[in-house]
């Protein structure tokens, strides 16, 4: 039964989803007011860290994380590169990833 009634149902689906086609898309813009965190990094590693990560996370969301082995920090810094294109100064990358691997998480 089933094999007869699907058929059905998306060809009726299809012309539901046809009759809005004419509906047509608005986009409009928002503000967002995200928190303000005047926290920084601090330490030996932390002006790299400052720098390049503070443009796109607080330092309190970063410091929040789970402890990661150094390899696993170069995994995700790695991707914030590649992945979210984000403007990481290349040779700050070593110090970044040493720098989390041996920061304090907060508890």
């Not at 967002?32 to 330092?59: K, Q, T, V, W, Y």
């Not at 590649?82 to 989390?100: E, H, M, Q, W």
Request: with cysteine; net charge neutral.
């Amino acid at each position: 039964m089933l094999r007869r009634t699907l058929p059905a149902v998306l060809v009726a689906f299809c012309a539901a989803a046809g009759a809005h086609a004419d509906d047509k898309l608005l986009l409009k813009s928002v503000n967002i007011d995200l928190p303000f965190g005047d926290r920084m990094f601090e330490g030996p590693g932390s002006d790299a860290a400052n720098n390049n990560c503070l443009a796109c996370h607080s330092a309190g969301m970063v410091l929040n994380q789970p402890a990661l082995s150094t390899a696993q920090w170069r995994t995700e810094v790695e991707k914030m590169l590649t992945a979210y294109k984000a403007p990481i100064d290349p040779k700050d990358v070593d110090t970044i990833v040493d720098y989390l691997a041996g920061m304090k998480i907060a508890k």
